[in-house]
């Protein structure tokens, strides 16, 4: 029975060979494959009148520059789709989506949905992919891209994966909009490359959300539980995305995720996003809303709101072992009520001292209002720095708080200048303003806020310039 059975999976096996060799001997690039569970043809040609059957057969596909690849829509494709070394070009891409009524299912169950490698000008959108959880088995990621150029990822949701809801490795022009990203381990979005070289370039992340994508238990040496991390990459733009409930079950104390972030990256602009209610685990640091943490070099934040995270709402950060951290600015950002559990501030400064020698260098913080009912404004922690410059920002204390630059800083490194600073518990004990000696043009004046209770991720420009005119 054994050797019956054998006999018959080596003959399905060898028929879908000859089968695949029929689909790709002598034919013209540009075709159109469709893929339909419930009306698939196991000889089929994939044409609409005979589609294939499985994402496995589309494997057997040496798919051409031109080609197109449509799952049925509604549908549920269980295993994983991979494409290997297909050169499309901008006039003729692979084009990956569904058709029909609805986006099509991939189950990958233990495994990773949508594999590329060594490819160029992939299209991807229109698709449901999701695994068995990053605690019930699945070692994977949503769709992985490896040393590929010129992809193009829309309308994809992605949920359940250990690793990454969509992760890009090495390559150029990536695009990712319209991803949400959810539940997954390590990160809802993670863009990366070789270590040390920043040759990822010309990445655009946009109108993306990564949202309880709460660490992955299998890493218990680094952090894990990011929204959108972007590193060793250059020329990259991440706007109107939104990050939050991020990191909460990240496996370990020490250094934690942030819902969006980046280290060793040039030339990265973050902003419009809204970044809110991201955490980190029981003993873990971090859990902010934005970072440009070690390595970020001529890189802007701006126009950005960070509401009601466990870290700080924006760290300027720089671990031990990175490059440069030099020439960033950061303006008009808004933080309301971060660094609940970390920090306690609306800006986190913070330097390895095993990097005191390459320290947080010559940028501009300015035009940035720091709402905070936790006790500070700015706070420091090792904070090496030389030439950093906090000008014309609005610090406001709620509650109790009275001191707005908290923590050890090296004060030659820092210059506080021209901003305007509040104490509410001042206010309502009728005693002077508390002086900040760090800033000799300080200014002291009441201002009037309107804290959003509903925020829309369309609207944080115009909720931006409410709090920074």
């Not at 891209?145 to 090495?170: E, M, P, Q, R």
């Not at 980046?262 to 602009?269: F, I, P, Q």
């Amino acid at each position: 029975m054994t050797q019956l059975k054998s006999l018959v999976l080596l003959l399905i096996s060898f028929s879908m060979q000859l089968h695949a060799m029929d689909l790709n001997n002598n034919r013209p690039p540009g075709v159109s494959y469709y893929v339909n569970v419930l009306k698939g043809d196991p000889k089929g040609d994939g044409s609409l009148k005979r589609p294939l059957r499985s994402l496995e057969a589309v494997n057997q596909v040496h798919l051409l520059p031109g080609d197109r690849v449509f799952l049925a829509g509604g549908q549920l494709f269980e295993g994983t789709l991979r494409i290997h070394a297909c050169k499309g070009t901008k006039e003729a891409p692979l084009i990956i989506s569904s058709y029909g009524k609805g986006r099509a299912v991939i189950d990958a169950k233990m495994n990773t949905a949508l594999t590329v490698d060594s490819s160029s000008y992939i299209q991807i959108g229109h698709l449901i992919v999701k695994g068995n959880g990053r605690l019930t088995g699945n070692d994977g990621s949503g769709i992985d891209v490896k040393y590929s150029d010129h992809i193009s990822i829309d309308d994809v949701d992605a949920s359940g994966f250990l690793w990454n809801g969509v992760c890009t490795y090495g390559g150029n022009d990536i695009q990712l909009t319209g991803i949400y990203a959810y539940d997954n381990g390590f990160a809802g979005i993670n863009i990366t490359g070789p270590w040390s070289h920043k040759e990822v370039r010309n990445v655009t992340i946009a109108h993306c959300v990564a949202e309880n994508n709460p660490g992955n238990p299998r890493i218990k040496d680094n952090h894990s539980g990011s929204g959108i991390l972007v590193s060793h990459s250059t020329k990259v733009l991440v706007e109107h995305c939104e990050a939050m409930n991020n990191g909460w079950d990240m496996p370990r104390p020490g250094n934690g995720p942030v819902g969006i972030w980046a280290y060793e990256c040039d030339s990265l602009t973050i902003q419009y996003c809204y970044s809110h209610d991201n955490k980190t685990s029981a003993g873990g640091k971090d859990g902010g809303g934005f970072d440009f943490d070690g390595g970020v070099t001529n890189s802007m934040m701006q126009y950005n709101l960070s509401m009601n995270n466990e870290g700080a709402g924006y760290g300027l950060f720089q671990f031990g072992g990175a490059s440069e951290w030099i020439n960033n600015t950061v303006q008009y950002n808004v933080s309301i009520d971060d660094g609940k559990k970390n920090s306690q501030a609306g800006f986190f400064i913070w330097c390895d001292p095993f990097n005191k020698d390459v320290p947080l260098r010559t940028s501009d913080i300015h035009h940035n209002v720091i709402i905070n009912r936790y006790g500070h404004s700015v706070s420091f922690e090792t904070g090496y720095s030389e030439g950093l410059l906090f000008h014309d920002n609005t610090f406001y204390l709620t509650d109790d708080g009275t001191e707005h630059i908290h923590g050890d800083y090296n004060q030659d490194g820092v210059t506080f200048k021209s901003n305007l600073y509040w104490s509410e518990k001042a206010e309502k004990e009728g005693v002077s303003q508390p002086v900040v000696k760090e800033d000799l043009e300080a200014k002291y004046k009441k201002q009037k806020f309107r804290v959003p209770s509903k925020v829309r991720l369309s609207k944080i420009k115009d909720i931006v310039d409410s709090f920074c005119r």
